[in-house]
């Protein structure tokens, strides 16, 4: 289901010149039962808040969920960084909460000092540790960003900051290469992405990590899991168990979303809006749902 543009309220940062010619048109707004975004990232020079406010400003939903690692606490302990456009997204989240979507914040590692908040509301968010989501068609889904089950960070704190620093110059690296590259009318491509996926380190910690992540979905009784954490954007079926992970808003730019209809979608969203030819979808009668407790 999809509504044309009507009242979008104007942030306070005018659209960069990809997002611009966009919004000289009329778009839609893409509507959906319940989103769910991890990995934004904001308070750091890789944050992509042009897409992500674009995204905001262009979906609707019942329920929104935040998955975690939302505001960098790391970096911004280490040096400050907040311009305006991550304002602005901030302020179009609580808009939303405002105008009626229920909007719910269950931080990760990188925004931990928001955990001593849990079973507040800030505003009109509330702020959880973990929850159930149910989808319209009886799917419970519980929800996490899972940096709990990561035993880097559970057990080697400082290697996971060591993690945190390379990865940021990758990032930084990916900033001066697409920069040539758009030089060359060439897409944006993600040279930190491309080695986590290819270095078989990484492909192995993300595949244990998966593996855990539906072990404890298991054992909590739950049809699914929706999580975040290794910016890995993935929706798939793991021993009658679903696995999706909202990926991050700093290389993949993606969503997990739930449609009216019960279909499950992992969404691509970049200088054009929504795309379609890479996303994931899963519909009811693809999930293979075990006939345990939680059926």
């Not at 929104?64 to 989240?93: A, E, F, S, T």
């Not at 908040?117 to 799917?139: C, L, P, Q, S, Y």
């Not at 944006?188 to 992405?193: G, K």
Request: aromatic share 10%.
């Amino acid at each position: 289901m999809k509504f044309q543009t009507s009242d979008t309220p104007k942030e306070t940062q005018k659209p960069t010149d990809q997002f611009a010619y966009l919004d000289r048109h009329e778009r839609e707004i893409h509507d959906y039962r319940t989103v769910f975004i991890s990995d934004t990232h904001l308070g750091t020079p890789g944050a992509q808040h042009e897409a992500l406010l674009d995204f905001l400003k262009h979906t609707r939903s019942d329920k929104l969920y935040l998955v975690g690692d939302i505001i960098d606490g790391w970096r911004l302990k280490r040096k400050w960084y907040w311009p305006q456009p991550h304002n602005d997204v901030i302020q179009k989240i609580l808009r939303k909460a405002r105008h009626g979507t229920k909007v719910i914040y269950i931080p990760g590692n990188h925004d931990e000092a928001a955990r001593q908040f849990i079973g507040n509301m800030f505003g009109e968010i509330a702020i959880k540790d973990t929850d159930i989501h149910e989808t319209v068609t009886g799917i419970r889904l519980w929800v996490v960003h899972g940096d709990l089950f990561d035993h880097v960070i559970k057990y080697a704190r400082w290697l996971a900051y060591l993690g945190d620093f390379a990865y940021s110059t990758l990032l930084n690296m990916n900033k001066w290469l697409n920069k040539i590259r758009r030089m060359f009318k060439l897409p944006y491509w993600s040279l930190s992405q491309y080695l986590k996926h290819k270095v078989k380190l990484a492909v192995s910690f993300m595949s244990a990590f998966e593996t855990v992540m539906v072990k404890e979905t298991k054992r909590r009784e739950c049809h699914g899991v929706v999580c975040g954490h290794i910016h890995k954007a993935e929706l798939k079926q793991m021993d009658d168990i679903i696995y999706a992970n909202a990926g991050d808003w700093v290389e993949s730019l993606t969503a997990f979303v739930e449609h009216r209809d019960g279909r499950l979608e992992v969404l691509q969203w970049g200088t054009h809006g929504l795309q379609t030819e890479n996303n994931i979808k899963m519909t009811p009668s693809q999930m293979k749902i075990s006939s345990g407790k939680a059926a």
